[in-house]
């Protein structure tokens, strides 16, 4: 006999080990109900994956629901938010336990590690997708605008870049990797490490931040664009992966870093005269950020090698 719903919820999404005070009725009613702390408030993003876009069909379950939620993490770090509350809203052709169990496992294992409360969710029958939608706190008036870079900010980037871009060729058969290589750009593109420490990095310090998920360079014309700025990045600063720096040729060069995609970097405007406090505050919470440019009142973005070329 096939799975009812309430018998699917209650085996693979209803006990997890996170609890938090804040809940105060999770999955179970019409409804879940949270409390935000005095002089707080909340930040919600919605993430949509859908098979044959964002995944495929075949890819490992657990890398799909790490993935997920990893990208809506990094979506709330850059607005200087601390993760608290989950919702899925998740669509299946069909019951498959296995997949379930794996799925499950690979978003609760995440949402673990930052404490985040899977609260509720609905669960339809269609094509596979999935839906997260994740509620972040921050203190009152607090949160890094996406539209505050401003001439003479510093831009910082967290990554490493280029790895979740290098698997997809590799998967691809658009390049061969060394096993090694192959391996490690394959755990970064399913179980990328999102940069939660950096929400409180940034806050009360950063101009503004971005996402890089869209690839560097689209990402970050539409971040100066926002603030109707312009910059000059140099590449040869970027942080790249070990594994894109060792096949760099073969893999396209700039291309790969510039355009791939990067579900879990992150590129900060931070004023220069704070720039002293803020790589204090990046080695305080074991970030690893890199300053590759600055921001410019004309608008574009240039990229430049160190002789000044630009590509
Ligand atoms: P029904 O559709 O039978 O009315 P609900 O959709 O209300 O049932 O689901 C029952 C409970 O399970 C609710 O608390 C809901 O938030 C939760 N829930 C449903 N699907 C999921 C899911 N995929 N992940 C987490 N919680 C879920
Ligand atoms: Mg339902």
Redesign the pocket.
Known sequence: MPLS??E??AR???DQPVEREDVVQ???????EVTIADGHEMLVDVSCFAEGGHFQAGDDPAGIGHRALAYALTRLAACGAEPAWL????TLPRVDEQWLRDFSGGLLRLAQRHRVA??????TRGPLTVGLQLHGLLPMGSAVPANGARPGDLLYIIGPLGAAGLAVLSLAGELQLPIQQRQDVLEWLYHPEPPVAAAAALRGLAHGACPLADGLAQSLAGFLDNAGVGATVQVQRLPLSPAVEASFDQAGGWNLPLHGQDPCGLCIAVPAERQAEWEQRLAAHGLMGRWVGIVEPRPGLRCVLDDGTEI
């Open positions: 719903e309430f699917l919820i693979y999404f209803r999770g999955i179970g009613d019409d409804c879940a919702t899925l809203a998740l899977l609260v509720g969710g609905d669960t």
